[in-house]
């Protein structure tokens, strides 16, 4: 008798032990799923400014705008094979190119539009596409001792749009239900209009600048970036001098040393 009633405790014991675990359980599960399926916070990157905003009905004005001034230096330590034109030096040798460019880039979208609900949306996209242009000097220094100045200026292509956007609601009243029932009309949920939805829309381009079609390099001012045997200035100031192959080796040896630093790096 004993050992039936210890039994029957035991048995209880270990159901209660099983319902509790299966709601914990449940209760995990529950609250994994509820975690899971909450969506993640957005934040919106740029504020923007309106007039009137009330959930329902806007207008309002936002922008991404980028604009960016400063310069550059950049390098160049390669082999000159001439070029096939009168009075251009056509004797392979080694040149050193230091050019210095402030430049300015800009990428700039305004975006204003006006949303009346069930009724309009307009949308209105001014454009400019991000390019950089700059203006350059720079110097070349060639392996039999010409030095040449050189100016220009360089631009990517610049080309700004004007777009327009707008979509009107589509809505249907549903006439005749049925022969028999004329609720959609006298019933307790009857509506004016049983349902709009969003018109498609369309881009127009309204106005399109396009100032420059293609970028442009190297477009000089001053000299023309190449070695030529008359009229490149300076010109050739230390001809085969002591100080002439002083400096070309010089220049030979820290291009040599910077070389192997990449090499060793990679």
């Known amino acids: 008798m004993k050992g039936t009633v210890m039994i029957s405790c035991l048995l209880l014991a270990l159901l209660s032990t099983s319902v509790t675990s299966q709601e914990q359980y ?50 160049e330590y390669s082999i000159y094979n ?53 203006v350059f000097g720079e110097l070349l220094y060639f392996q039999d001792h010409s030095i040449c100045l050189n100016a220009g200026w360089a631009t990517d292509k610049i080309l700004f749009t004007l777009q327009m956007a707008m979509s009107f ?52 001012w001053f000299g023309d970036g190449t070695l030529k045997t008359s009229g490149c200035f300076p010109g050739n100031l230390f001809k085969d001098s002591f100080g002439g192959q002083a400096l070309n080796n010089l220049i030979v040896y820290v291009f040599a040393q910077f070389m192997n630093f990449e090499k060793v790096e990679e």
């Open 169 to 220: 609601r589509d809505c249907y009243k549903t006439v005749i239900n049925t022969l028999f029932n004329f609720d959609n009309w006298v019933g307790p949920s009857a509506k004016w209009i049983d349902s709009c939805d969003k018109s498609n829309d369309e881009d127009l381009t309204l106005y399109s600048w396009n100032p420059i079609t293609a970028a442009k390099v190297n477009q000089y």
């Open 82 to 134: 001439g070029v096939p034109a009168s009075g251009t030096g056509t004797v392979s040798q080694y040149y050193y190119k230091l050019r210095a460019q402030p430049y300015i880039s800009v990428d700039a979208v305004i975006h204003p539009y006006l949303i009346i609900d069930k009724l309009y949306t307009n949308e209105i996209t001014a454009d400019l596409d991000s390019f950089k242009a700059y």
């Open 26 to 75: 449940e209760l995990v599960e529950k609250k994994f799923q509820k975690s899971k399926l909450k969506a993640p916070a957005r934040v919106k990157a740029n504020k923007c400014f309106c007039l009137l905003d009330d959930g329902l009905n806007s207008i309002c004005l936002d922008d991404t705008i980028s604009v960016k001034a400063g310069w550059e230096f950049t390098q």
